[in-house]
């Protein structure tokens, strides 16, 4: 068999782009081909207003001390707001329109802090459970919990491992540091992968690997390297929007279906003002007894945005009301917090659609309870033709743009080992 390459990496996301630039530095070749119209993958910014940039995916540069892409912003000149890097880590309570006295505070952050401490016991005692199997559900304070849950795992707490989320939850230890990228972290991910070379709107179609070396069919005509390497999200694969000749193993099915990406929408408000005030800048969470509630973003770069969060099951229902009602939504959760007055300021909404995005079929992976260890098993090789990367297939750092980015130079270096660089 005649190769055209040494590698067929499939996707241009920061797992697709890290793997390239680490087989270059191996001297292998490669070809990378993306379905879609850009690079970055779920990296991803837009401008809201002029100057104004709203992260339609990851936005925070989570483990700031460690995330390689602090010194890849530095290298490149593009400013980061290290100054606003706790801001995660304040959630202010919210009832009724109302902040929480502070008798009533305390007792928040204890719930939350015994939740917490119930998970990491569980986990201790080798369990993988439903996170919701381990909460006080009859707690004042559990719908503010289980919104800022599903915020972090994009799925709803019974279908959430407990493993899984506390893996991530601990990761970063005292290198716990939320960065935000004012300029975008998704432009702060195009301008590093600007020089490598891709093929765009490549749709890959079906990938044979029978041996010897594979070829992958995409709408531009089939490529033929030595092995490749898969960085597309569980959504795709468990959508079979590319079909593997012969089947994929069951084992391998098992992983990304024990893994699927979840939901996790965010619709950004521009205000024409500062409707925030002197304290506005946190993370909220606020709920009431009519049975509204909501998790939002407020002023994080001074910019005079808010960016509401929608997960789980009522992201999916709420993204199929149309962009319309994520607006409205997102704007009564936002004058739930500052008032009414906030409504005559808004200039403009952007509303993500993660469920539907064709490239992704959602927004990050999410172990289902009993699944966390499906994360090896989905980075795991076949036959040392296929080769696994992307923040699936990462323990830890799954579900950050890093953790993507740290998988695909480690996809790299294991088939540089198999082709002997």
């Given at each position: 068999?005649?190769?055209?390459?040494?590698?067929?990496?499939?996707?241009?996301?920061?797992?697709?782009?890290?793997?390239?630039?680490?087989?270059?530095?191996?001297?292998?070749?490669?070809?990378?081909?993306?379905?879609?119209?850009?690079?970055?993958?779920?990296?991803?910014?837009?401008?809201?207003?002029?100057?104004?940039?709203?992260?339609?995916?990851?936005?925070?540069?989570?483990?700031?001390?460690?995330?390689?892409?602090?010194?890849?912003?530095?290298?490149?000149?593009?400013?980061?707001?290290?100054?606003?890097?706790?801001?995660?880590?304040?959630?202010?309570?919210?009832?009724?329109?109302?902040?929480?006295?502070?008798?009533?505070?305390?007792?928040?952050?204890?719930?939350?802090?015994?939740?917490?401490?119930?998970?990491?016991?569980?986990?201790?005692?080798?369990?993988?459970?439903?996170?919701?199997?381990?909460?006080?559900?009859?707690?004042?304070?559990?719908?503010?919990?289980?919104?800022?849950?599903?915020?972090?795992?994009?799925?709803?707490?019974?279908?959430?491992?407990?493993?899984?989320?506390?893996?991530?939850?601990?990761?970063?230890?005292?290198?716990?540091?939320?960065?935000?990228?004012?300029?975008?972290?998704?432009?702060?991910?195009?301008?590093?992968?600007?020089?490598?070379?891709?093929?765009?709107?490549c749709r890959v179609e079906r990938i044979g690997w029978s041996g010897p070396g594979v070829s992958v069919e995409t709408i531009k005509g089939t490529m033929?390297?030595?092995?490749?390497?898969?960085?597309?999200?569980?959504?795709?694969?468990?959508?079979?929007?590319?079909?593997?000749?012969?089947?994929?193993?069951?084992?391998?099915?098992?992983?990304?279906?024990?893994?699927?990406?979840?939901?996790?929408?965010?619709?950004?408000?521009?205000?024409?003002?500062?409707?925030?005030?002197?304290?506005?800048?946190?993370?909220?969470?606020?709920?009431?007894?009519?049975?509204?509630?909501?998790?939002?973003?407020?002023?994080?770069?001074?910019?005079?945005?808010?960016?509401?969060?929608?997960?789980?099951?009522?992201?999916?229902?709420?993204?199929?009301?149309?962009?319309?009602?994520?607006?409205?939504?997102?704007?009564?959760?936002?004058?739930?917090?500052?008032?009414?007055?906030?409504?005559?300021?808004?200039?403009?909404?952007?509303?993500?659609?993660?469920?539907?995005?064709?490239?992704?079929?959602?927004?990050?992976?999410?172990?289902?309870?009993?699944?966390?260890?499906?994360?090896?098993?989905?980075?795991?090789?076949?036959?040392?033709?296929?080769?696994?990367?992307?923040?699936?297939?990462?323990?830890?750092?799954?579900?950050?743009?890093?953790?993507?980015?740290?998988?695909?130079?480690?996809?790299?270096?294991?088939?540089?080992?198999?082709?002997?660089?």
């Amino acid at each position: 068999m005649t190769y055209e390459t040494d590698v067929v990496v499939i996707g241009a996301g920061a797992a697709g782009l890290s793997a390239a630039k680490e087989l270059e530095k191996r001297g292998l070749g490669y070809v990378i081909v993306e379905g879609s119209h850009r690079i970055g993958g779920r990296a991803y910014s837009e401008e809201i207003a002029s100057g104004v940039w709203f992260d339609l995916g990851c936005s925070f540069l989570h483990y700031g001390a460690t995330n390689p892409f602090v010194p890849i912003a530095d290298a490149l000149g593009i400013p980061l707001n290290h100054e606003r890097a706790d801001v995660l880590s304040n959630i202010r309570g919210f009832r009724d329109g109302s902040p929480l006295i502070d008798e009533d505070r305390a007792r928040f952050e204890q719930y939350f802090d015994d939740c917490d401490t119930a998970i990491e016991a569980s986990v201790a005692r080798g369990e993988d459970l439903a996170i919701s199997e381990l909460v006080d559900t009859e707690n004042d304070f559990f719908v503010p919990h289980a919104n800022l849950m599903t915020a972090i795992n994009n799925m709803d707490i019974d279908e959430t491992s407990a493993a899984d989320y506390a893996g991530f939850a601990e990761d970063g230890g005292t290198a716990k540091l939320d960065i935000p990228v004012p300029g975008g972290y998704g432009n702060l991910v195009k301008a590093w992968g600007a020089d490598v070379e891709v093929m765009l709107d490549c749709r890959v179609e079906r990938i044979g690997w029978s041996g010897p070396g594979v070829s992958v069919e995409t709408i531009k005509g089939t490529m033929r390297g030595r092995v490749a390497l898969v960085t597309v999200s569980t959504g795709i694969l468990a959508a079979n929007s590319i079909l593997f000749d012969p089947l994929l193993p069951d084992w391998k099915i098992n992983a990304y279906l024990g893994l699927p990406t979840g939901t996790l929408n965010k619709t950004c408000l521009h205000f024409d003002k500062d409707v925030f005030g002197p304290d506005g800048l946190a993370i909220c969470a606020t709920w009431s007894e009519a049975g509204d509630s909501g998790l939002l973003e407020a002023n994080v770069n001074a910019n005079n945005t808010a960016i509401v969060f929608t997960g789980g099951r009522h992201g999916v229902w709420l993204e199929k009301q149309g962009q319309k009602a994520s607006h409205d939504f997102a704007l009564d959760r936002v004058a739930d917090v500052f008032g009414n007055a906030v409504r005559k300021h808004v200039t403009r909404s952007i509303a993500t659609a993660w469920t539907t995005e064709p490239w992704t079929l959602g927004a990050y992976s999410c172990a289902r309870p009993g699944q966390a260890h499906q994360r090896k098993e989905l980075a795991r090789p076949i036959d040392d033709l296929l080769f696994f990367a992307g923040e699936a297939t990462i323990s830890g750092a799954n579900a950050t743009c890093h953790g993507a980015y740290l998988s695909g130079i480690r996809a790299a270096q294991e088939i540089a080992s198999c082709l002997g660089r």
